[in-house]
């Protein structure tokens, strides 16, 4: 008896992960965040998060309308962009901004490109990106936890202005829980910490990015960013002070703009940490994560292309 094996093309393992089941994953994360920033800013930070992930959702759904695309939006991946753009925005933002912040991050970065796995940026901190450029007094106005809109100073724009400010800055422990200015999902260290627990705890992501992108961040404002010489910085606050939690964890392992081999994610982490730290240190701006994250994203190609190691029998030399 002849027996016929058919076999397709690789790959042939198969796992049971979904699009949708890991962006529910990545939602359960932020919970513990998206919390902390209704009980500091109130209802300004429940209604940002409420536009943002509306209009992201509904930026989606209307592309696939529009295009006659298979819909979408029950992956999840555009409530996770609108809640991580929500987490990027100061708590006294106009919510019509938000709104157009939410329909750029899905129309412009994410779906005039392809789609899901297709964008070469991260689309939350492309928006956030582009709100900054167009509206950079609301993108950079900040105000204090509670219902009164006390204006503030973030801790990195108090330790932009040197030593004779440190006296400023508020307590180690109030910028780990978050009650402090600043963007309304980058403030508590501590809920983001436990979501990014979870994530690896779930096998969403693993920690050698973030770790070297915290690392070097932290080595770097230890050793450069000290006003008494060298190996003098603060680097505590540095490191949980602004967005580097958020965007070590929640947006640097983005699947679609971040490398695929460990080694890759490596040297995506110290890039990161190495412009994070020169934008904070000697730039004008007192936060560089952002920043940092989207331009390594658009080296992220490059990165792959030499660190993926060759197929076996691939790249023999000829004679």
């Not at 992960?17 to 800013?41: G, N, W």
């Not at 404002?221 to 006003?227: F, I, K, N």
């Amino acid at each position: 008896m002849e027996i016929s094996l058919l076999a397709g093309s690789s790959p042939h393992i198969r796992s049971g992960e979904s699009t949708q089941k890991i962006m529910r994953d990545v939602i359960i994360a932020l919970l513990p965040a998206a919390v902390c920033s209704v009980i500091y800013f109130k209802v300004q930070a429940a209604m940002l998060i409420l536009v943002t992930v509306t209009s992201c959702v509904a930026a989606e759904y209307a592309w696939c309308k529009i295009t006659k695309k298979e819909n979408t939006i029950a992956d999840l991946s555009a409530a996770v962009t609108g809640l991580l753009l929500a987490f990027n925005l100061p708590p006294s933002l106009p919510l019509w901004m938000a709104a157009i912040g939410g329909v750029f991050a899905i129309i412009i970065v994410k779906q005039l490109f392809g789609g899901l796995g297709q964008n070469f940026v991260n689309p939350a901190l492309a928006a956030r990106a582009f709100m900054v450029a167009s509206w950079p007094g609301q993108m950079t106005s900040w105000q204090a936890p509670g219902w009164d809109a006390v204006s503030t100073a973030t801790p990195l724009e108090i330790m932009k202005k040197g030593s004779e400010a440190a006296g400023e800055l508020p307590k180690f422990w109030d910028m780990f829980v978050g009650n402090i200015g600043g963007c309304i999902g980058e403030t508590s260290a501590l809920a983001l910490l436990i979501g990014a627990v979870y994530l690896v705890a779930r096998n969403v992501i693993t920690l050698e990015l973030p770790l070297a992108f915290i690392g070097t961040v932290g080595f770097m404002t230890w050793m450069l960013g000290g006003s008494e010489g060298l190996f003098t910085g603060n680097f505590v606050y540095h490191v949980f002070a602004g967005g580097l939690i958020l965007g070590a964890f929640f947006m640097a392992t983005d699947y679609t703009t971040s490398p695929v081999t460990f080694r890759g994610r490596i040297i995506m982490g110290i890039g990161c940490g190495f412009l994070t730290s020169i934008i904070r240190l000697y730039g004008g701006y007192p936060e560089g994560v952002s920043y940092s994250i989207l331009l390594m994203n658009l080296v992220v190609p490059l990165i792959d292309r030499y660190m993926i190691p060759r197929s076996f029998g691939g790249g023999v030399a000829k004679k």
